[in-house]
Structures are given as structure tokens and as C-alpha cells.
């Protein structure tokens, strides 16, 4: 993957594993997606897509092609970590690993079975409810202004004795056997 156009904001129901969301889990999840996209909005980020996931619902925020290179990573983890912490809800999480542009994320038009479909866990079908405009998109430097800099690449020195180390002296002096490549 070259580039990242969107940044995929999902909000899970709270439930046990391999089933499908009730009705009052998917509604927990709205309602944490609903303050999310409010704080979207606050911060002046351009509207996201509102997508039922089937289990929960995603916001996805368009971004302006980024590279797909450390820093993007670095904001995009960065970003969601601090959207989980102020997002947290008894009945639903915003999942922190979205971050990783190669993850799976339910298409829209698909039916989404967890375990059986039940009246109380009904299977869903994954749909679009809201597409604004995608022309305007969040850029790198706008999520940067939100979650800082990334901190600074660290190149670890080599241990010395003051005047450097020689590899070959050492092996020598220990008394091992190497076979120098050319």
C-alpha cells in the first residue's frame, strides 16, 4: 500500500466473541460514533463517512493521499490512541489497531455474521449512511497540529572505549576463528 486515503475509525460493540451485536450494543456503539464525529467536527476535520458495520459503525475520515511510511503510521496510531482514551463507553471501544493500513475492514454491502443468526444477535447488513464530500481531506499536518510530533529518530551510537572499536583485534585477541567476507 502506497498511500492512505482514508483513516478508519471503528467503534465496536462490546460482546462476547463470534456473535453478532443486540440491538442495545449496536446502540452503545452509535452513541459513542455520535460524540466521535461530533469531536470530528470541533477539531474542524473534514466530515467523515458514516458506515454501519453490521457489529458497530465506522467514521471514515478522509486523508489527503498521505504516504504509507513511519510517520503516517506514527499519527495515525497516535491519533486513535487518543480518540480511544477520551471515547470510552461501557457498552463500546473505538479498536486502536486500525492504524495499520493493510487491516480488513467490513465492506459496505455485505452481510456481517458473527456466530448464528439469532433474534436477539441478528446478522446485519454493512451500509453506507452518510457520504459528504470527499473533496476536502484532512492532511498530514492537520492531524500532526492534533497529536504532536513525532518523536525525533533515535540512531544509536556505537559502544566505544573512546577510540573505537576494532572487530578484528578483539576476535583475535579472544582467540576466534572468523572468515572475513570482501
Known amino acids: 500500500l502506497e498511500k492512505r486515503r482514508w483513516l478508519l475509525l471503528d467503534f465496536d460493540s462490546k460482546r462476547p466473541k463470534n456473535t453478532s451485536a443486540t440491538e442495545q450494543q449496536l446502540a452503545a456503539a452509535e452513541q459513542l ?16 463517512a ?11 475520515l478522509p486523508l489527503a493521499d498521505w504516504a504509507n511510511d513511519e510517520i503516517s503510521r506514527w499519527a495515525c496510531e497516535r491519533f486513535l490512541s487518543q480518540l480511544a482514551e477520551q471515547f470510552k463507553g461501557d457498552g463500546a471501544h473505538l479498536d486502536v489497531g486500525m492504524w495499520n493500513a493493510a487491516r480488513i475492514a467490513t ?9 448464528s443468526n439469532l433474534a436477539n444477535h441478528p446478522h446485519r447488513m454493512a451500509k453506507i449512511l452518510a457520504m459528504p464530500d470527499a473533496k476536502r481531506r484532512a492532511s498530514l499536518e492537520q492531524i500532526l497540529a492534533i497529536v504532536g510530533q513525532p518523536p525525533a ?24 576463528a572468523y572468515q572475513k567476507d570482501s
Open 33 to 48: 460514533t455520535q460524540q466521535a464525529y461530533r469531536h470530528l467536527e470541533e477539531l474542524r476535520l473534514p466530515k467523515p
Open 50 to 60: 458514516v458506515v454501519l458495520s453490521g457489529n458497530g459503525y465506522h467514521l471514515w
Open 107 to 115: 465492506l459496505p454491502g455485505t452481510l456481517k455474521r458473527k456466530g
Open 153 to 176: 529518530k533515535q540512531t544509536a551510537a556505537p559502544a566505544t572505549n573512546g577510540s573505537g572499536w576494532d572487530v578484528e583485534a578483539l576476535l583475535t585477541q579472544r582467540g576466534l
